[in-house]
């Protein structure tokens, strides 16, 4: 993921922000008790081609093996192309019982047609993902860069219209979204009342789109490392936060983890994974590595 980018990682302040004031009123929300805690967490794909040194020798199926390792995948896929029902059965009858997927609308929805006369393209995706079944996680709305807060009647439109009992989170990239404080207030109360989930982005060339402002019961995080050494570092850090936020009342942990070239995402999740379950009291499987993959070689 090159969303981002910087050529020198080295000078950017990676601190995160303070917590939103928001934060801390929607997760101490009574409506969001629940009996249950649940942390995703996983890569952006599946395939050999992106995680290299992750599969052993002779490994047929990608996707079953990789679900040994994770319990979830931000499913990018789904933006490029649209998949049948069949595809999707196939995909649920591979994995664990216990295992997620995260849908990305497609481009046709949110960068061709902008949200605009969509209707019919949602209920369609809508039909194939959901046959998924107990295994359908968070579908996320990925909106392009050039988007602006002139175009909150479709966003607000968008919502209106999503079906209140399928969870749904979005990603606003225009810098405006951040930068003017009524944009903000105006599109996370749109939010934050529709029980819709405001994705934060870790990315080192876009460190205003760590609002840290939640507007549901759940932290939809996508972290984009450098592939520099402090990749693992920032990491730390949002364990700590993570744990503040559970405290708080933090029910659903989303975590997906990038790089701009990904060559150690699977030893950035290994690492995180254990740092969850030693920070937070959690039990998830930590992804094996290959011997050979141990060694950092972010460089």
């Known amino acids: 993921m090159k969303f981002g980018k910087v050529e020198r990682p080295e000078v950017i302040d990676f601190s995160l922000p303070d917590t939103h004031p928001n934060t801390t009123i929607v997760l101490n929300s009574k409506k969001y008790k629940m009996k249950q805690q649940n942390v995703y967490i996983g890569c952006a794909k599946w395939n050999k081609s992106d995680l290299k040194g992750f599969y052993p020798q002779g490994i047929q199926d990608e996707l079953q093996y990789y679900s040994s390792q994770f319990n979830s995948i931000e499913l990018n896929a789904t933006f490029y192309k649209s998949y049948s029902a069949d595809q999707f059965l196939r995909w649920k009858y591979?994995?664990?019982?216990?295992?997620k997927f995260f849908p990305k609308l497609t481009q046709e929805i949110s960068h061709w047609k902008r949200l605009e006369g969509v209707q019919d393209s949602v209920n369609d995706f809508l039909f194939q993902v959901q046959h998924l079944g107990e295994k359908l996680g968070t579908i996320f709305l990925q909106l392009n860069e050039n988007f602006g807060p002139?175009?909150?009647?479709?966003?607000?439109?968008?919502?209106?219209?999503?079906?209140?009992?399928?969870k749904l989170a979005i990603e606003v990239r225009h810098p405006n979204w951040f930068s003017d404080k009524n944009f903000s207030n105006e599109y996370t109360t749109l939010l934050r009342d529709n029980n819709i989930t405001n994705i934060i982005v870790d990315t080192a060339g876009r460190r205003d789109m760590l609002h840290m402002n939640l507007t549901s019961n759940e932290a939809f995080i996508r972290y984009v490392g450098s592939n520099h050494f402090s990749d693992y570092d920032r990491l730390d850090n949002w364990v700590l936060r993570l744990k503040k936020w559970k405290e708080l009342g933090l029910q659903n942990i989303h975590f997906f983890i990038h790089q701009n070239l990904e060559k150690e995402s699977?030893?950035?999740?290994?690492?995180?994974?254990?740092?969850?379950?030693e920070n937070l009291g959690f039990s998830l499987k930590i992804p094996d590595l290959k011997k050979e993959s141990n060694q950092m070689t972010l460089f």
Do not use: G, M, Q
């Open 94 to 99: 591979k994995t664990p019982k216990d295992f």
């Open 150 to 166: 002139d175009n909150f009647k479709r966003v607000e439109n968008f919502v209106n219209s999503w079906p209140k009992e399928i």
């Open 266 to 277: 699977v030893s950035l999740a290994s690492h995180f994974t254990k740092k969850i379950n």
